[in-house]
């Protein structure tokens, strides 16, 4: 299979407080895109980190990519109630899963 | 900003009917791909379409499935014979080449009844 995972399947915090979340994936990849969808909703584009690159940061999000150990990580620091959503990462056809399902309790 | 439109957002169906998805890609964009959701869970990739013919499919896009590219600007999705567990979001996305951003429409809502 060429499906990855994320993990944790839920997560539930405090306003303010940083949220981590990992993707792992079983194959070579040129790049990794996470997303965020609120219910019912599409997908928003938030970032990309390409294989040569180990960390990206835009805004609050801060993105790290381990290619030796084919996985990734998301962190949203200071969090705030809009931040409410799943958070998929992805690669064209490969990784997809179903999700995190971030709560940001107010 | 630029963004990749689908229509329509809801459609209705009885089983056993055809419908046909609609998506209007970026308008530079040479990668399309279609994907679905199941009731909110996982994406689930079905076929990505570049230079007027399939690159990739995932082993749900069966011969119940059809992509085209009809013009210069749309790119649809046919499913023939409708059942029940097609049910779904289906999502388009596009992308500029085959290392950069995917963006993604808002989705059709499939019911098939």
Not at chain 1, 18 to 29: E, F, G, L
Not at chain 1, 86 to 91: A, H, I, P, V, W
Request: net charge neutral; proline share 3%; with cysteine.
């Amino acid at each position: 299979s060429q499906q990855g995972e994320e993990d944790p399947q839920a997560l539930s915090i405090q306003e303010g407080e940083n949220a981590t979340m990992n993707c792992s994936y079983k194959t070579s990849i040129n790049n990794l895109q996470w997303y965020r969808q609120n219910s019912g909703r599409g997908l928003v584009h938030l970032i990309l980190i390409r294989s040569n690159e180990r960390e990206k940061h835009s805004g609050r999000l801060r993105v790290t990519l381990d290619t030796s150990k084919k996985s990734s990580s998301l962190l949203i620091t200071a969090s705030r109630a809009a931040d409410t959503a799943s958070y998929f990462c992805g690669n064209y056809q490969l990784i997809w899963g179903a999700g995190t399902k971030l709560i940001i309790k107010p | 900003e630029p963004e990749v439109t689908q229509t329509p957002s809801h459609q209705v169906t009885q089983m056993g009917q055809e419908v046909i998805l609609r998506c209007v890609p970026i308008s530079n964009h040479l990668y399309f791909y279609w994907y679905r959701q199941i009731l909110g869970q996982k994406v689930e990739f079905l076929v990505s379409f570049y230079n007027n013919e399939i690159s990739e499919k995932s082993e749900i896009f069966d011969d119940q499935f059809s992509v085209e590219r009809p013009d210069g600007s749309n790119f649809t999705l046919k499913i023939r014979s409708t059942k029940l567990e097609d049910s779904a979001m289906y999502f388009c996305a596009s992308s500029a080449t085959g290392n950069t951003e995917a963006f993604f429409g808002q989705g059709t809502r499939l019911t098939v009844v």
